[in-house]
Nanobody
């Protein structure tokens, strides 16, 4: 199983940018499709962005499309979430997650139940 540690969250203002990092250990990220999820207070955890294990394919929630970008640095075994034009509704704890099944990707995999490894989360707060 892969271990994940997120960082990069913080308090920013509307319109600012932020980059989240997710460092993996234990396994190579090239074996796993990776995603970012977020959870706001009182709400369910929701899918934000996904990246195929090959690194070739991405998919995004409609609410972040065009503003967020998911990417991977194989040399650092790290996945990133670049967030721009942040809005107060983006305020949440952000989690990275590795797909349970290795070498598998589907743009339909947006349920937390499809992911077996999770980081501890990093808080992003966007003030208006």
């Amino acid at each position: 199983q892969v271990q994940l540690v997120e960082s990069g969250g913080g308090l920013v203002q509307t319109g600012d940018s932020l980059r989240l990092s997710c460092v993996a250990s234990g396994r190579t990220l090239g074996e796993y499709s990776m995603s970012w999820f977020r959870q706001a207070p009182g709400k369910e955890r929701e899918f934000v962005a996904g990246l195929s294990y090959s690194g070739r394919w991405t998919h995004y929630a409609d609410s972040v499309k065009g503003r967020f970008t998911i990417s991977r640095d194989d040399a650092k075994n790290t996945v990133y979430l670049q967030m721009t034009s942040l809005q107060p509704e983006d305020t949440a704890v952000y989690y990275c997650a590795a797909r349970t099944k290795r070498f598998y990707y589907s743009a339909d995999d947006v349920s937390p139940a499809d992911y077996g490894s999770w980081g501890q989360g990093t808080q992003v707060t966007v003030s208006s």
